[in-house]
Nanobody, 124 residues
Framework: QVQLEESGGGLVQPGGSLRLSCTGS????????VGWFRQAPGKELTFVAA????????KFADSVKGRFAISRNNVEKTVILQLNRLKPEDTAVYFC?????????????????WGQGTQVTVSS
């Protein structure tokens, strides 16, 4: 069993940055792919980024490539999503998820464990 908790959301102006953290518990956390997804009001859950257990594979949605970065520390059981050059359309609740994913990183159905989410609001 893995439990996940997100932190670091908040209100930021366009062009600003935020650092989201996903902290996991459970011995198997380090074995799992960890992904970030987001859901804007009235819209579907969409993929943002993911990292394999070893960080050898990192995937990003086209909409965030070049602006967001993902990293993980398996000793501390954390995955960081660095959000840079934020835009109003990045406003959403951001969720981290973990699962035994080796392909199709962007499909939320492949993830077994989910956090409660953290709100990111980009507005002037």
């Amino acid at each position: 069993q893995v439990q996940l908790e997100e932190s670091g959301g908040g209100l930021v102006q366009p062009g600003g940055s935020l650092r989201l953290s996903c902290t996991g518990s459970g011995r198997s956390f380090s074995d799992y792919t960890v992904g970030w997804f987001r859901q804007a009001p009235g819209k579907e859950l969409t993929f943002v980024a993911a990292t394999s257990w070893s960080s050898s594979v990192r995937k990003f949605a086209d909409s965030v490539k070049g602006r967001f970065a993902i990293s993980r520390n398996n000793v501390e059981k954390t995955v960081i999503l660095q959000l840079n050059r934020l835009k109003p359309e990045d406003t959403a609740v951001y969720f981290c998820a973990a699962g035994d994913v080796s392909a199709t990183f962007g499909d939320p159905r492949n993830y077994d464990y989910w956090g409660q989410g953290t709100q990111v609001t980009v507005s002037s």
